[in-house]
């Protein structure tokens, strides 16, 4: 079960090769693969990498009636991405990391004005669709989320990754760090 599980996200990952990311420089998949080289370059835990990796998955894989921002991809695909890893056997800290990196935008609009001038031009248009900046009460309980670090970690590496013909490790490299985060049923 876990290794069909484990197929069936390499088979999402390797489909998004050619997948367009939603008004970005790179595919879905060069976009997942560098999110992930960057974690593990920053030395980040293997659920951390792993949700570096899977983080757009909800890009990938939601329902049929799911709705768009636009053209900007798919609305509440943190949600999706979440709940479908879940059912797939990933680990909590995997799914919350994945559900996270969506907040963490938010959270940083919030908190950094100049933050929202470096976004790229898709992301800030996404923002309006995501809820717009977090609220005073929203930003001290992301503060008080025992990921809150990490969520931001994610988000960064999420934003470089956005990177031309950057060579990084193929999907093949991360299938070990994959199976280490699922649990058997
Ligand atoms: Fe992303």
């Keep these: 079960m876990v ?32 999110c992930a080289y960057f974690a593990q370059k920053a030395g980040a835990p293997a659920a951390a990498v792993a949700a570096a990796l899977l983080h757009d998955i909800g890009h990938l894989q939601a329902p049929p009636d ?8 798919i609305l509440g695909h943190e949600k999706y991405g979440s709940d479908f890893l879940r059912e797939l ?3 909590e800290k995997v799914c919350a990391l994945v559900q996270g990196h969506v907040q963490a935008k938010r959270y940083l609009v919030y908190k950094n004005k100049a933050y929202f001038d470096r976004l790229s031009e ?15 009460d929203e930003a001290v309980r992301f503060e008080a989320d025992p990921l ?14 956005k990177v031309p013909e950057l060579e990084v490790p193929g999907l093949a490299s991360y299938n ?3 199976l280490g985060q699922m649990t058997a049923d």
Excluded: C
């Design 3 to 34: 290794s069909a599980n484990l197929e069936r996200i390499m088979t999402i990952l390797s489909a998004a090769g050619d997948a367009d990311y939603v008004g970005e420089p790179v595919s879905q998949q060069q976009h997942a693969l560098q």
């Design 66 to 73: 799911a709705q768009h921002m636009a053209n900007l991809g």
């Design 89 to 91: 056997g990933f680990a």
């Design 122 to 136: 898709a992301s800030r248009q996404t923002l309006g669709f995501q809820g717009g900046p977090m609220s005073d």
């Design 148 to 161: 809150f670090k990490i969520k931001l970690a994610v988000r960064e590496w999420d934003e470089r990754a």
């Design 176 to 178: 070990q760090l994959l």
